[in-house]
C-alpha cells in the first residue's frame, strides 16, 4: 500500500501553445520543448492523463512525481514537434482544441520522418490564419488527431467550438449565455461524432471566465475546468471549476525543474504564490 510520502500531495500543471522554431511568449523551439521533456523522464516525473487528474483531485493517490501537460488551441505545430518528442520519452499531453478550427486532409509529415516539414507560424501569424481564410495551414486535422490518440501521445478534450469571448461581444447576460452554450455544445457533439467520445474537461479561451459560464459548462457536463491563473495548487478535494495551471516558456529543463519544485512544493509553492498574487 501507498503511504502519503510516496503521493503527490498537489499536481502542477503546465500549459503550452507552439513548438516552434519562431519562439515567443507562447512558443517553445523544438530543441527546448525536447530537453524540458527529457528532463523531466530523467527526473523521474510522470505525465497524467485527464482521468487520472481527476481521480487525483477525487482524493486518489498519484506518484509523487506527477505531472499534467496540457496544450492550448491545436496546432499543427504540436503534431509536428511535440507528438515524436513525446513518443520518444513515453510522455502524454491533454491537448483542448478549438474543435470547430480542424480540418480535414492526408497527415502531414512529422520531424524525425526525414520528409520535408510543413510550414509553420509564429502565433501572430497563425492568429491570422486560424481566424481567417486558412485555418487548416496552421491547425491540425483529425486524422493527424487519429494518429496522436494511436499513439497515446495525446488525448483530445474541449477548448469551445469557435474560441469567441462571449462576454464581450454580447450585450445581455441572456445572449452570452446562450452563444456560449451552443458553442460548448457544439464542440461537444464534435469530439462525440470525430471521436466517439467527450469529456468534462474544458480549457476556457483567453482564460475568460465567470459565474454564468461555470454554470453553462457545468449544465453540458463540463465540470473540470481550466485557467490561466498560474498561481495556486492543485490539491484533493479542491474546486475542479478552478484548475490552476502555469505556461511553460522556453526555457531551460533546469529552469522547469526549479518552477515545478516550487509549484508544487507543500510549504514553498503557497508562499511564492501568494508573494506572485500581492497587490502591486
Ligand atoms: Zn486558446
Known amino acids: 500500500m501507498k503511504t502519503s510520502h510516496h503521493t503527490a500531495d498537489n499536481i502542477a500543471v503546465y500549459m503550452y501553445h507552439h513548438i516552434s522554431d519562431q519562439p515567443d511568449s507562447l512558443s517553445v523551439t523544438a530543441r527546448r520543448f525536447e530537453q524540458q521533456i ?51 520519452y513515453g510522455f502524454k499531453a491533454v491537448l483542448f482544441t478549438i474543435t470547430g478550427l480542424i480540418g480535414d486532409g492526408p497527415v502531414r509529415p512529422h520531424a524525425g520522418q526525414g520528409k520535408a516539414l510543413p510550414a509553420l507560424y509564429s502565433h501572430k501569424e497563425s492568429k491570422q490564419r486560424m481566424f481567417g481564410p486558412e485555418p487548416d495551414s496552421v491547425m491540425l486535422r483529425w486524422e493527424e488527431i487519429h494518429e496522436m490518440l494511436k499513439a497515446g501521445t495525446f488525448e483530445i478534450h474541449s477548448h469551445t467550438h469557435t474560441h469567441k469571448r462571449w ?33 468534462g474537461h474544458l480549457c ?77
Open 38 to 88: 527529457r528532463g523531466l523522464a530523467s527526473d523521474g516525473y510522470t505525465s497524467l492523463g485527464a482521468e487520472d487528474f481527476a481521480a487525483f483531485m477525487r482524493g486518489e493517490p498519484m506518484p509523487k512525481k506527477s505531472v499534467l501537460i496540457t496544450f492550448d488551441d491545436g496546432y499543427l505545430d504540436n503534431w509536428v514537434y511535440a507528438h515524436p518528442v513525446l513518443q520518444r
Open 167 to 199: 462576454d464581450t461581444l454580447c450585450s445581455s447576460v441572456e445572449e452570452k449565455t446562450q452563444r456560449l452554450h451552443d458553442d460548448l455544445l457544439a464542440s461537444r457533439d464534435t469530439l462525440n461524432r470525430r471521436l466517439g467520445r467527450a469529456s
Open 204 to 280: 476556457w479561451p483567453q482564460g475568460y471566465f465567470d459565474a454564468d459560464y461555470q454554470r453553462v459548462a457545468n449544465t453540458l457536463g463540463f465540470d473540470h475546468l481550466y485557467t490561466t491563473d498560474a498561481y495556486g495548487q492543485n490539491k484533493p478535494g479542491q474546486n475542479i471549476s478552478h484548475i490552476y495551471r502555469f505556461a511553460v516558456r522556453n526555457r531551460s529543463d533546469g529552469w522547469l525543474r526549479r518552477r515545478t519544485w516550487l509549484a508544487s512544493h507543500p510549504t514553498f509553492g503557497p508562499l511564492y504564490n501568494n508573494w506572485k498574487r500581492r497587490p502591486a
